[in-house]
């Protein structure tokens, strides 16, 4: 089963988030952030950066869903990444003017980002990169720290008048998933040998960070809640699902193939137009909808 990588071109798509309060919710994802409505499907609504597909945030309403309990496999946060530093100072000034609580920003060299939780609790970072030619690496591992954000030269990349955009950056996107898993070792084996991501960073304490085509990460996985961490309730809000995409129909294939060979079965899954899906979870639970097309 070794030997498979990602083409360069996988990335991370849609994100689906299970929300007790449907209207809390799209005030947050749409009025706070940004995000536009584009359909709604009786408990579910799909958003984007843009006014048309790609969809970025799927929410589905489970009424008297609970908060994920703190020492629990699940969501760290989604990542959505801006396109450049002035989108993210305008974001951080949507933030500021809906006066939504922030619980860090950090300046990771090869990016800079900003924290905080949705109204269930489920983990955001709202980021944009640095060059890739300001990356540094050693021996196949980048450099990532996490240092102070200067934030005040961040916002000073926009003009102090400059009034809050009704959306978010058309140019965002979903940059990354960072997940609580419950073994590391197990996790990279799902991760690395089974999907083919690979390995940037091992350095870190209690974490891991892989990525396809020299990204600095499209996965992020620790043992912060605990090594062994059993899996949050069924109906507890954060993390349905995410998707990988691959272009490529036949390396799609052989993903495919290559779990259904580990014994993950693989379950095939609505897609729109002429992709293709199938939806498979990782040892912990969590969903990684595989998509094509």
Not at 226 to 231: E, K, L, Q, V
């Amino acid at each position: 089963m070794s030997g498979f990588r990602l083409p360069d071109d996988a990335s991370i798509g849609a994100v689906h988030m299970r929300v007790s309060d449907l209207t809390t919710a799209l005030e947050f994802y749409g009025r706070t952030l940004g995000f536009n409505q584009i359909v709604r499907r009786n408990n579910t609504v799909y958003l984007s950066a843009r006014q048309d597909r790609p969809y970025h945030i799927i929410l589905t309403e489970v009424v008297g869903a609970r908060p994920k309990p703190p020492r629990t496999t699940g969501l760290y946060h989604i990542a959505i990444r801006l396109p450049d530093r002035p989108a993210l100072a305008r974001t951080l000034k949507r933030l500021m003017v809906a006066r939504w609580p922030l619980q860090g920003a950090a300046d990771h060299k090869v990016s800079e980002a900003i924290y905080f939780a949705d109204p269930d609790g489920s983990g955001i970072e709202i980021y944009c990169d640095r060059p890739r030619e300001e990356w540094t690496w050693a021996n196949g591992q980048v450099a990532m720290t996490t240092e102070p954000l200067d934030v005040a030269a961040l916002l000073d990349t926009i003009h102090e008048e400059e009034d809050v955009p009704a959306t978010i950056d058309p140019g965002a996107d979903i940059g990354h998933v960072h997940l609580h898993v419950s073994d590391l070792a197990q996790a990279e084996t799902f991760y690395g040998d089974l999907l083919g991501f690979d390995v940037t960073l091992r350095g870190y304490p209690g974490a891991l960070f892989m990525s396809a085509g020299g990204y600095h990460h499209h996965i992020g996985l620790n043992i912060w809640a605990g090594r062994g961490a059993p899996p949050p309730p069924s109906d507890a809000a954060g993390l349905i699902a995410f998707s990988l995409r691959v272009p490529d129909r036949e390396v799609w294939q052989t993903l495919i193939d290559r779990l259904t060979e580990a014994g993950y079965r693989p379950q095939p899954q609505r897609a729109d137009d002429s992709a293709v899906a199938s939806l498979v979870h990782d040892p912990d639970g969590n969903g990684v909808l595989l998509v094509s097309g």
